[in-house]
């Protein structure tokens, strides 16, 4: 069965605005996730990942929260510009050698 | 620094034809996997390798056979093309399980 899903399909925001990306997991087996984007013809690009031994991870104008309490992963763009218009999708890595296992992704529409 | 190249970008079969989608990296991963992405599903895992010579199955490993003879290449054969196998197909590598993928830009093929 699927083990990381999505909350929201889609999200519509205004140009500037932040956008909320959230997944939850159910694997409390889990050790690391990884956010990923994929633009319209093209493959998925990581953006940013994090470790279950973190909460909190920054890059540049994007921050994943991790929640293990929960089980949830959230993606945070500040600023939402025109071409963070994509499809985003959030990954797990249960602990050993076994392959990523993807959500079902949300597509993100900014408005200008 | 090509990372993962993948080959075809598009092809058009016709039911019961084979063909081969190739995949190369450049970055000395041992880890490499094979997806399909259909709308509304995300991506499925079909065959995934953890290094030369070692291969297994994913969740949806029916009609596709994989080889891994070299660290660079992870090529996908489709024994007898069937229409439900109309999808985009994206090849990846890691450096080992546990890292994210870098994905190819994808084979986009249909089964007539």
């Known amino acids: 069965g699927e083990s990381v899903g999505l909350h929201l399909p889609t999200l519509s925001v205004q140009e500037g605005d932040n956008s909320i990306i959230n997944c939850a997991y159910s694997?409390?087996?889990?050790?690391?996730f990884i956010w990923y984007k994929q633009e319209s013809g093209k493959g998925p690009q990581f953006i940013i990942d994090?470790?279950?031994?973190?909460d909190k991870r920054q890059g540049q104008r994007v921050t994943v929260l991790l929640n293990k309490t929960v089980k949830h992963l959230s993606l945070q763009i500040a600023a939402t510009q025109p071409g963070d218009s994509a499809v985003y999708f959030c990954a797990e890595n249960i602990r050993g050698n076994t392959p990523l296992v993807f959500g079902k992704g949300t597509r993100l529409s900014v408005i200008a | 620094n090509a990372g993962v190249t993948q080959t075809p970008k598009f092809q058009v079969l016709k039911t019961g034809q084979s063909m081969t989608l190739q995949c190369a990296q450049d970055?000395?991963?041992?880890?490499m996997s094979w997806y399909r992405q259909d709308p509304g599903m995300g991506l499925r895992l079909i065959h995934y390798s953890v290094g030369a010579g070692i291969t297994d199955q994913g969740e949806v490993p029916n009609g596709y056979n994989v080889s891994r003879s070299t660290t660079e290449d992870f090529p996908l054969r489709l024994l007898s093309a069937a229409p439900s196998q109309t999808s985009v197909y994206f090849c990846?590598?890691?450096?080992?399980?546990?890292?994210?993928?870098?994905f190819g830009s994808g084979t986009r093929l249909t089964v007539v």
């Open positions: 990846a590598s890691s450096y080992a399980a546990g890292y994210g993928y870098t």
């Open positions: 994090i470790r279950s031994n973190m």
């Open positions: 694997n409390s087996a889990s050790d690391y």
């Open positions: 970055m000395n991963h041992e880890y």
